[in-house]
């Protein structure tokens, strides 16, 4: 699902993926739903392909927003409340206990939680790729 939904430097927000052109792609805007093209020359990138350093590795950008899906039980955050508050990395530190303090920084925090605001009021619940179940190798003989 995530790998459908863009981030855009220099543009606010984030986008889901319509169409594709030469040299571009059709995207709209999930907060307005307006539809703009986006060049080759812009930088673009998947959430799909985002992960977070945490003490035991990257953890994928779609397992964490699973996990404040579940923490907040499906609610919206207030992150300015908590920038307020000081209390923006406690509130990450709840759901990702294990995360590189050195590596993440509060503006990255900010914008995980923005983007999840963003995406709940879209509709979306699920965030992880659910990874297809491998098949199992046939024992029949095939002579």
Known sequence: ?????LAVTGRPGLFEIVSQGKNMIIV???ATGH?????????????GDI???????????GEILDAVY???EGKPIDVKGLIADGKLRDEFEAVIPDFDKDRVF???IKKLFTWYNALIA?????????????EEPS????N
């Open 70 to 72: 579940a923490r907040n």
């Open 51 to 61: 992960a977070m350093y945490t003490d035991s590795g990257d953890k994928p950008l």
């Open 1 to 5: 699902m995530l790998r459908k939904i």
């Open 139 to 142: 024992t029949e003989d095939k």
């Open 35 to 47: 539809r703009l093209p986006v060049h080759s020359r812009e930088k673009v990138v998947s959430l």
């Open 122 to 134: 879209k509709g979306y619940t699920r965030f992880a790729d659910e990874e297809p179940e491998a």
């Open 106 to 108: 509060d503006s990255d």
């Open 28 to 30: 709209e805007e999930l």
